[in-house]
């Protein structure tokens, strides 16, 4: 808002000067009241005088319930009377009285001349009043029931919301009611008085809610709109403007959008529901006029109506535009009929942060809103910007709820008639008795406001923000504009009325805050701080470096805080110089410590220096002295001596002390990186040479002084020199070229980096350096036909080459020492690397590069070998030598292979050029040789692959060295060569030929050459004690028949390679890689045509012992006796070996000492487990043979069933039957054997151990631990070979006769401990003893899921039914567990000892009652089990057999171990864990007597009581106790 505008006419504005002057004098002196609420932007004041006589007023005419305030004020109040007063708070009229029907006065409005007001009220009645005199002038009362539709008014009983005059007319006026309806009144005064009353919006048949109706009012200028009438509308639904003069007409209607919830769209709060509101206000048409200056005349300015509305958060302005139709001239026609229509615009939309019940207009572009929390904000609709002024009055306004009451809808109450805004003032009515007054204070104002506060720091950042017009906030006073608008006027403007005030608040901080000596540090460098930014701001230099430094230098200490605030400006570059004063000052604060050096060298760098202007010898020493070099290059380069540094740098990175380690030249870990004078030197001489300022790297202006410092520089780097004179001394070397030594010195490879960046700038192409003439250098005639002149121009490139030339060459001369073989070398290869790249811009003659090209071959630095071959390299291409037989050998010599190869390439001697690839030193370009054989092949030149075929047959062993599988591509690629020469080559090397054959035929070994069961890592593949593996797993039970089945993919493939490829690759494989046979073996079986012969693959896997492939054959071969010897003589070998691993003597590495240092090693457990998983897993290929043997042979049963059934075949029935009976017979027999060997062997092994366990002293805790853990893993091994039996006989059909087996092994007993030989028969031996029946009985045990299985085992063994018989013993001694069986009647009858049983045959505590355990096996799976049970038993519940099959045979009671195993149904027992009283957490251990009694521990423990039951439960000794059943007096048992 500027504050040079008029005064404006806003909504309530007045025609002319009211008579009352002092009421203006009343209203323009408001601000003499006291303050009650200020903020930044606002201030609240309450009106004292009037807020002191409403009091009175209220106890006579009732409490306020509408007011509206201008020139005076009009109270409405509860009582039906309206007050009107003025600010002082005396009455000048009082209208209306207590007992008339209007009602409580619900709106009150003037009109635009103040002397008519028109009121609404509670019943309904809209009254307009000559209030100064005290009349009515009309009345319009509300509906009746007697009244004909025709007529019009509000509804009675209903409040009156909002009344208001149309324009500047007193006879024109509307009113609206809470229950929707809007009517426009006109009063016509003729003969006689009468008023006409149209209605403009009704509710109708919709939920829609009325929430404003407003008149445009007149604004002090005259308008066509005012001829208009122009009545808003606004609804729950709907905005509505319509016209009202000359006939009721719709000018403009916008459909309201409800607001949405949240962030999503779709979903749209209703209406109805808090918090929700609307309110409009209209921005009459005005004439600003802005005072004139003396750069900017006055100008007025004329603006159309605007309207401004909001919906729920949103708020909308629309300006009026107005089209006039025009005469023929141009000129616009006046009448009213010319206008052609009117046009409503959308300027701005804001949403606020919730919902709006309040706005008005108090600027032209200055639109003030509340929302419900009533909360004041500010809108600039052309800045679209918003700005909290504050938050209420003191006390809350209190807003009617007409709406509410009229509809039932929860809307937010109408606070119209509680606040109002008349000449940029906010008035509002408080509580019950309070009148407050606010407006929006002025820029100085707010200015002044902060001074008072003593926030001087607030006041000149909120003054540079009006200065910049960057406050983001409202401005009252100032010209506002965009940013981006580019007003120059306006902002000059700005600077004119700010500048001297910023000016005047920044020394009148400075003296406040340096009178106070307790003023805080913090506060002196806010203050500094926003001081220079506001100078800087301004482009006062003045102010900031005079003023403000002498405030600040009086003391040092607030003088460094001065210096350290304007740091940050000098390194942006805001402050480009400082005056001599200010410099000296810095210097003398900066040079104390190292740190604060080399900020002053940052900030001298920023800086416009002269000479002179401060103490730089002081500001250099301090640098020497703590070896902050990148600060002394800066100030130097500063001073305009580029040179300077490198001497001086050089010179101290050159002293004894500085050289003594690398780490002080170019920084350690203690040391800054960035000063350490091996990285400053470098860094810059790559930025001066390239005319760039040092450490920045921006260009140092204007151009010519960065040429200038860059030929210094280069110059003193890079004297410029003939390089026909190379007759140089050493001394004469040293003088020259003393900065180049030096830098050489310092770090040849840094240099030559720098080099390298500063030839590739596009500025160096600007320098050029003039070369005068040697002594007595007269102008000659040289071979290459130059002409040399009395000086000569050279590039920076040319000058480079030439004077590493002349050092080079004049080192090499000397042999002095001057330059190491290393520099020379890598001097040499940049400068013609150079040269080549950069030809012709770079000159050499022909006897100067082959001179060079000799100190390349002849240095003998491996170092630089591979630098020095490149750079020879491009010289060869770049000039061919006429003769290339020189060079081959001291091309070999220096090992320049890549230009070796070129040679015998351009000489056609192909093998030769091969062979450099396998001669050079670095393996990667010895891969490279199969690309380049590829490379030579496509040019198909007959020498090419003749030269290929050669090198092959001469190099094929090292060739498969490198890379069997690129070599053997590579043969498969070129034409010339074949894998039968190559082969045949190999023969006398049998390692090379294995790996490539192996490329040839197996090339992926790694990845198909192992499966699962044979990636082990206690086993590795070479080892020769790798367990075999004949290609199945474990849970795989059908037979590996066909073979094809193994192979990846299941597909048929072809074989490409000859038959004798593959079997002279298994020898060899059987020699070098035996762990891979069996893969490869799987792998290829089914190639066609057959790879291999099995009969030849049997002889190498026996000769070479490879036992998993020879069993592999065998199984091919159908001799699966044959496989198992194979497999249990490797089993045999295996336990000799475990056996060896058992300690003889107690282990002494224990770590407690006493019996534990006794007891079994973990080296010895962990050696003797590995022994152990190795025989368990020959046993399981033992089962996996007799498994494939059963499959094979039984297809070959049925096959020979067929063939004897078919009709073709010329033989009897009879003859057919007893063919195939006796073949079935032998197969049966074959099989039998082959599972008779295996559990005799078996067997045999675990009678071995635990004779061993009994023959052991007591003493030898280690050995007996460790044959536990045999003899525990071989019952192991002995339960899967039984459960593999089992399952093979189980079928109906089956080959195999598990009785046979069984009668068999206890005639003929286990094997002995070892096989001598293969021939030996796997069916003899000795009887079993009760031990070995013991054994046996104990693991079919473990194998026999059922008693019942158990129990037909038994039968089956000896041939006669003994259960039926020995069952009705049992019962008759009532003894074992029970199995229920589904008789109920069964189950009571049995209850017995056992006392009560569960549901599904769970027995029960004797001592407690509850269950013990759970069957919770499937109810199929439990039919199936009583069925087989009755085929031996009666219906009856049957009992387990007592059977002595535990490992301690003197053990009464055991604790059951649930074995996991897989089974046709899912069985398994659990201990209950819901027991009474006991944890339900955890299963209870379990008691069980052989007497058939079972306890838990807890009910066991209780009921024995003694200690030793205690002692023997919890395992803690070994010994045996007497332990009694509970149940069972005097039958004490061992426990």
């Known amino acids: 808002m500027d504050a040079d505008a008029s005064v404006l006419s806003t909504p309530l504005s007045t025609l002319e000067s009211s008579p009352e002057a002092e009421y203006e004098s009343r209203i323009a002196n408001l601000d003499s009241t006291p303050v009650q609420c200020t903020t930044e932007h606002f201030s609240w004041r309450q009106l004292t005088d009037l807020s002191e006589k409403i009091p009175e007023l209220q106890e006579q005419v009732g409490q306020i319930s509408a007011s509206c305030m201008g020139d005076c004020v009009a109270l409405g109040t509860m009582r039906g009377l309206v007050v009107v007063t003025d600010y002082l708070g005396r009455v000048k009229s009082m209208l209306g009285s207590p007992t008339s029907p209007y009602g409580a006065v619900s709106a009150v409005a003037f009109s635009a001349d103040y002397l008519a007001l028109v009121a609404g009220y509670a019943s309904g009645y809209v009254v307009v009043w000559d209030w100064a005199k005290g009349t009515t002038v009309s009345v319009s009362r509300p509906l009746q029931p007697s009244d004909s539709p025709g007529v019009a008014g509000h509804p009675a009983d209903v409040a009156v919301t909002a009344v208001g005059f149309i324009g500047a007319s007193k006879h024109r006026y509307i009113s609206s009611s809470a229950s929707g309806y809007v009517l426009y009144h006109h009063i016509v005064r003729r003969l006689l008085t009468t008023m006409s009353t149209v209605p403009l919006s009704t509710?109708?048949?919709?939920?829609?809610?009325?929430?404003?109706?407003?008149?445009?009012?007149?604004?002090?200028?005259?308008?066509?709109?005012?001829?208009?009438?122009?009545?808003?509308?606004?609804?729950?639904?709907?905005?509505?403007?319509?016209?009202?003069?000359?006939?009721?007409?719709?000018?403009?209607?916008q459909a309201c959008q409800p607001p949405t919830i949240g962030k999503d769209a779709k979903k749209q709060r209703p209406f109805t529901k808090r918090p929700y509101a609307g309110c409009l206000s209209w921005l009459p048409a005005h004439k600003s006029q802005r005072v004139a200056t003396a750069t900017d005349p006055a100008t007025a300015q004329a603006t159309l109506p605007k309207l401004a509305y909001s919906w729920g958060t949103s708020i909308h302005v629309l300006a009026l535009e107005l089209d006039y139709k025009v005469a023929a001239n141009g000129a616009p026609l006046n009448s009213t009929e010319s206008l052609a229509r009117l046009r409503f615009e959308a300027v701005s939309t804001w949403e606020a942060i919730e919902d709006v019940v309040f706005c008005q207009w108090i600027d032209t572009d200055v639109l003030l809103y509340m929302t419900q929390s009533q909360r004041m904000f500010v809108f600039e609709t052309k800045l679209r910007q918003e700005t909290e002024v504050c938050a209420s009055p003191p006390g809350s306004i209190a807003g009617q709820p007409w709406v509410t009451l009229a509809t039932g809808a929860e809307a937010e109450p109408s606070y119209a008639q509680a606040i109002g805004v008349c000449r940029r003032r906010v008035f509002a009515v408080c509580g019950e008795s309070s009148v407050y007054t606010g407006r929006l204070l002025a820029w100085t104002e707010r200015l002044e406001l902060l001074v008072e506060q003593n926030r001087h720091t607030d006041a000149i950042t909120l003054a540079m923000g009006f200065y910049q017009g960057r406050t983001g906030q409202i401005v009252v006073g100032l010209p506002r504009q965009r940013q981006d608008s580019g007003d120059v006027a306006l902002e000059r403007r700005r600077h004119a009325l700010v500048g001297s005030k910023l000016v005047e608040l920044m020394r009148a901080a400075l003296r406040q805050t340096f009178s106070d000596q307790s003023v805080s540090d913090s506060l002196m460098r806010a203050l500094a701080s926003v001081c220079v930014e506001a100078c800087l701001a301004m482009d006062n230099h003045s102010l900031l470096f005079g003023e403000v430094f002498e405030r600040y230098m009086l003391n040092p200490h607030r003088m460094r805080i001065y210096l350290e605030t304007i740091e940050p400006f000098i390194l942006s570059g805001d402050i480009a110089r400082l005056p001599p004063q200010i410099l000296n000052a810095m210097v003398?604060?900066?040079?104390?410590?190292?740190?604060?050096?080399?900020?002053?060298?940052?900030?001298?760098?920023?800086?416009?220096?002269?000479?002179?202007?401060?103490?730089?010898?002081?500001?250099?020493?301090?640098?020497?002295q703590h070896r902050l070099w990148r600060t002394f290059a800066r100030v130097w380069?500063?001073?305009?001596?580029?040179?300077?540094?490198?001497?001086?740098?050089?010179?101290?990175?050159?002293?004894?002390?500085?050289?003594?380690?690398?780490?002080?030249?170019?920084?350690?870990?203690?040391?800054?990186?960035?000063?350490?004078?091996?990285?400053?030197?470098?860094?810059?001489?790559?930025?001066?040479i390239r005319g760039r300022r040092y450490p920045d790297g921006k260009p140092i202006k204007p151009q010519t002084t960065a040429e200038q410092y860059s030929a210094l520089v280069t110059e003193l780097v890079l004297p410029p020199v003939e390089t026909a004179n190379c007759s140089y001394s050493s001394s004469e070397l040293q003088a020259t070229f003393s900065t180049l030594l030096a830098l050489l010195n310092l770090g040849t490879d840094r240099l030559l980096v720098t080099l390298n960046h500063v030839l590739g700038d596009s500025f160096?192409?600007?320098?050029?350096?003039?070369?005068?003439?040697?002594?007595?250098?007269?102008?000659?005639?040289?071979?290459?036909?130059?002409?040399?002149?009395?000086?000569?121009?050279?590039?920076?490139m040319q000058l480079v080459v030439d004077t590493f030339f002349v050092l080079a060459t004049s080192a090499d001369r000397e042999q002095s020492g001057l330059l190491t073989k290393r520099q020379n070398g890598l001097l040499s290869s940049f400068a013609l690397t150079l040269y080549a790249t950069r030809f012709?811009?770079?000159?050499?003659?022909?006897?100067?590069?082959?001179?060079?090209?000799?100190?390349?071959?002849?240095?003998?630095?491996?170092?630089?070998?591979?630098?020095?071959?490149?750079?020879?390299?491009?010289?060869?291409?770049?000039?061919?030598?006429?003769?290339?037989?020189?060079?081959?050998?001291?091309?070999?010599?220096a090992g320049f292979f890549r230009v070796l190869e070129s040679i015998y390439c351009t000489l056609e001697q192909y093998d030769l050029a091969l062979r450099t690839y396998l001669d050079h030193p670095e393996y990667i370009y010895h891969r490279a040789v199969f690309s380049a054989i590829k490379e030579l092949a496509a040019s198909r030149r007959p020498k090419a692959l003749e030269g290929i075929a050669e090198f092959a047959r001469g190099s094929a062993v090292e060739l498969v060295e490198v890379d069997a599988e690129s070599f053997v591509n590579t043969v498969d690629a070129v034409s010339s060569l074949s894998h039968d020469g190559i082969v045949a080559t190999l023969a006398d090397q049998a390692q090379a030929q294995f790996s490539y054959l192996r490329a040839l035929l197996d090339p992926t070994p790694e990845a198909t050459s192992r499966s699962p069961d044979h990636q082990r890592s206690a086993v590795t593949v070479t080892d020769e004690r790798a367990p075999p593996n004949i290609g199945l797993s474990d849970e795989q039970h059908i037979v590996v028949y066909p073979f094809r089945s193994l192979v990846p993919g299941g597909e048929q493939h072809s074989n490409k390679h000859p038959q004798e490829y593959h079997e002279r690759y298994l020898e060899l494989m059987c020699r070098f890689n035996p762990g891979g046979v069996l893969a490869y073996l799987r792998q290829h079986a089914d190639l066609s045509p057959e790879p291999f012969r099995l009969a030849y693959v049997q002889s190498i896997c026996s000769k070479h012992g490879v036992s998993d492939g020879l069993v592999w054959v065998l199984m091919r071969l159908g001799d699966f006796s044959g496989a198992l010897t194979t497999l249990i003589a490797q089993m045999d070998r295996e336990t000799e070996r475990m056996r060896a691993a058992v300690p003889a003597t107690p282990c002494e590495d224990g770590e407690d000492g006493g019996e534990q240092a006794s007891a079994l090693g973990d080296?010895?457990?962990?050696?003797?487990?590995?022994?152990?998983?190795?025989?368990?897993?020959?046993?399981?290929?033992?089962?996996?043979?007799?498994?494939?043997?059963?499959?094979?042979?039984?297809?070959?049963?049925?096959?020979?069933?067929?063939?004897?059934?078919?009709?073709?075949?010329?033989?009897?029935?009879?003859?057919?039957?007893?063919?195939?009976?006796?073949?079935?017979?032998?197969?049966?027999?074959?099989?039998?054997d082959l599972w008779l060997a295996l559990l005799r062997k078996v067997l045999g092994y675990l009678h071995h151990t635990s004779r061993t366990l009994d023959g052991l002293a007591t003493g030898v805790v280690a050995t007996r631990e460790a044959w536990q853990l045999v003899s525990k893993r071989q019952r192991w091994m002995l339960q899967s070979v039984l459960d593999a039996l089992i399952f093979a006989a189980s079928s109906a059909s089956s080959l195999i006769s598990l009785r046979h087996i069984i009668q068999q092994l206890l005639a003929s007993g286990p094997a002995p401990d070892s096989v001598p030989s293969p021939q030996k028969q796997l069916g003899a031996g000795r009887s079993l003893g009760i031990a070995e029946i013991q054994h046996l009985l104990a693991v079919a045990v473990s194998a026999y899921k059922t008693e019942a299985q158990l129990m037909a085992l038994t039968n089956v063994l000896v041939n006669y039914d003994l259960f039926t018989t020995f069952a009705q013993l049992v019962r008759s001694q009532k003894q074992g567990w029970h199995v229920a069986s589904d008789s109920a009647g069964s189950r009571g009858a049995e209850a017995g000892v056992l006392g009560r049983h569960t549901s599904g045959g769970s027995p029960c505590c004797s001592q407690c009652g509850e269950w013990i355990f759970s069957d919770q096996r499937q109810s199929q799976a439990m039919a199936g089990l009583r069925k087989q049970i009755g085929q031996y038993y009666d219906s009856s519940s049957l009992r387990m057999l007592d059977l002595h099959v535990f490992e301690d045979a003197s053990a009464q009671w055991q604790w059951i171990k649930l074995r996991s195993a897989s089974t046709t149904y899912d069985e398994f027992l659990s201990n209950r864990s819901g027991r009474s009283g006991g944890s339900s957490s955890s299963a209870q251990r379990v008691v069980l007597f052989k007497c058939g009694h079972g306890f838990h521990w807890s009910c066991l423990t209780g009921s024995a009581g003694d200690a030793a039951a205690a002692k023997c439960l919890s395992g803690s000794s070994s010994q045996n106790h007497q332990l009694a059943c509970p149940s069972c007096p005097g039958r004490a048992a061992s426990a």
């Open 1163 to 1232: 080296a010895d457990r962990e050696r003797l487990l590995d022994h152990l998983d190795r025989t368990a897993h020959e046993v399981d290929g033992c089962v996996s043979v007799c498994r494939a043997a059963l499959s094979k042979l039984g297809k070959d049963v049925a096959a020979q069933s067929a063939h004897c059934h078919d009709p073709d075949t010329p033989m009897s029935s009879d003859v057919a039957a007893r063919a195939q009976s006796e073949y079935r017979a032998l197969v049966s027999t074959q099989l039998c």
């Open 764 to 796: 160096t192409g600007l320098v050029n350096f003039i070369v005068k003439p040697a002594a007595g250098g007269a102008p000659s005639k040289h071979r290459d036909r130059s002409i040399r002149r009395a000086s000569q121009v050279k590039s920076l």
């Open 637 to 688: 380069l500063s001073m305009g001596d580029p040179v300077a540094p490198v001497i001086s740098i050089l010179a101290a990175a050159s002293s004894e002390d500085d050289m003594s380690t690398e780490a002080s030249v170019f920084g350690g870990e203690d040391d800054d990186d960035d000063e350490a004078p091996g990285i400053v030197i470098f860094d810059y001489l790559d930025m001066v």
């Open 588 to 624: 003398d604060c900066y040079g104390a410590t190292p740190q604060l050096v080399r900020r002053l060298g940052e900030l001298l760098m920023n800086l416009r220096l002269s000479p002179g202007e401060f103490d730089i010898d002081r500001v250099l020493s301090s640098c020497r």
């Open 203 to 253: 509710p109708g048949k919709t939920t829609d809610i009325l929430f404003d109706a407003a008149p445009l009012a007149y604004g002090g200028h005259e308008c066509a709109t005012d001829d208009l009438g122009l009545v808003a509308v606004l609804t729950s639904a709907h905005l509505t403007v319509l016209k009202t003069r000359h006939g009721v007409e719709q000018r403009y209607r």
């Open 840 to 893: 012709p811009l770079i000159y050499l003659t022909d006897n100067s590069v082959d001179k060079w090209a000799s100190i390349l071959l002849r240095l003998d630095d491996p170092s630089t070998r591979v630098e020095r071959e490149y750079a020879f390299e491009l010289l060869f291409k770049l000039n061919p030598p006429q003769s290339y037989d020189s060079y081959i050998e001291p091309t070999r010599q």
